[in-house]
């Protein structure tokens, strides 16, 4: 096996022999730099919650993998603070996000769902991804956050450049970087000037009254954070959810018949197959023993959600989609201090999504057997997802 290239091409394989061989794998991270690999649930589990695994690139090892090299405007996030930077900044949004607020929002959503599926017509052929998944989730945070409609397909493209560089053209995730700076700084100027009922202008009203509370750069990487990790990761757990189901026609049937079922489907859809293969990059402040490995201080490790998801010490059965296993416990959206703050909302918007097509559509299958994977070690997300589609007869 081609460890280093099948944790692209055939990752849940390549976490197979690492899980029974070596849990915790000396590797090349995503660009190429030294990292350890971490594979079984109960050491990820752990070490998610591990206080001495610190997010902070500063404890980084010289030469070590760490992760997207951003400029301190939008490098000032969450995903590189430890507490108590973490704690004042998650402190200022968490409110955005708790269960209650979200659960208010299900109608907005589903009438962005609704129109989304109004726009394919009662039949034919479309990439669910460009159409559906992709419009839904940047519409919710985009209308969260206060951002205008003319500015979302240039963020997806900047996304994508991100997560999934091309190799061909080494320049294009640079000019992304600018091109996001650009854009928060003109918008964060706007919202200034004039404020609305959004997340962002709340946020720019705490750094202009309180500036202890909340930096320049902290706001701009707080936006940034927000809308890619807000839209991304659903996008992700949406196409992999329709792309399951179509893929498993009798779990397409069940939910059909008893949509009941959806919410806890959606937990074990997740867990099946959900956006992130790996957590953000760590760096143990002192040497840690993991899986017997003793890892020195400093030196990188990458905790692979989607391979604790399909350990078989943890989940009967794990390669099989089983919506009446008790998918709770499982690591899709992470653990501990650094969980998911969008979490709720990721499954609300998923919920949803598969309910409207479900009752959308009475015929919903794939057009091409074998859709193509982002190719990426970070993420776990299609490409397109060509689908063929039949409307539901009105009652």
């Given at each position: 096996m081609d460890l280093q290239g099948d944790l692209i091409k055939n990752p849940h394989a390549a976490y197979q022999q690492l899980r029974d061989t070596a849990p915790a794998q000396r590797i090349a991270g995503p660009t190429g730099e030294p990292a350890w690999l971490v594979t079984r649930y109960d050491d990820v589990r752990a070490a998610l919650a591990d206080p001495r695994l610190s997010l902070d690139k500063t404890n980084a090892?010289?030469?070590?993998?760490?992760?997207l090299s951003l400029p301190p405007a939008l490098d000032a996030n969450l995903l590189n603070m430890d507490p108590p930077d973490h704690t004042r900044i998650r402190k200022l949004v968490s409110r955005a996000f708790t269960p209650r607020r979200v659960e208010a929002l299900r109608g907005p959503i589903r009438r962005t769902a609704d129109t989304l599926l109004d726009a394919l017509g009662t039949d034919g052929r479309a990439d669910l991804i460009a159409a559906y998944a992709a419009p839904l989730p940047i519409t919710v945070i985009c209308d969260?956050?206060?951002i205008p409609e003319e500015h979302r397909r240039d963020f997806r493209a900047w996304t994508n450049e991100l997560i999934a560089p091309d190799p061909s053209r080494p320049q294009a995730a640079k000019q992304a970087i600018g091109a996001m700076i650009a854009f928060f700084a003109e918008l964060i100027a706007h919202k200034r000037q004039h404020p609305g009922d959004d997340l962002l202008s709340d946020l720019i009203a705490v750094r202009d009254t309180d500036g202890d509370r909340l930096s320049e750069d902290e706001l701009t990487s707080l936006a940034f954070l927000i809308l890619g990790a807000g839209y991304e990761n659903t996008v992700q757990l949406i196409g992999n959810a329709v792309h399951a189901l179509l893929s498993h026609p009798e779990h397409l049937a069940s939910l059909r018949a008893d949509p009941s079922k959806?919410?806890?489907?959606v937990e074990e859809l997740a867990r099946y197959e959900g956006p992130a293969l790996l957590a953000i990059r760590r760096f143990p402040t002192q040497d840690v023993t993991i899986a017997d490995v003793t890892i020195p201080a400093g030196e990188t490790v990458l905790l692979s959600l989607a391979a604790a998801n399909r350990d078989p010490q943890r989940f009967s059965h794990p390669e099989q989609l089983d919506f009446d296993r008790d998918a709770s416990g499982h690591l899709a959206l992470g653990h501990g201090i650094h969980y998911c703050l969008g979490a709720p909302l990721a499954r609300v918007e998923t919920e949803i999504a598969l309910a409207a097509l479900l009752e959308r559509f009475a015929t919903l299958t794939l057009a091409e057997p074998d859709p193509r994977w982002r190719p990426s070690q970070r993420a776990r997300g299609l490409?397109?997802?060509?689908?063929?589609?039949?409307a539901t007869p009105p009652a």
């Open positions: 090892a010289e030469g070590s993998y760490r992760g969260l956050l206060g959806l919410p806890a489907a490409l397109g997802l060509p689908v063929e589609y039949k």
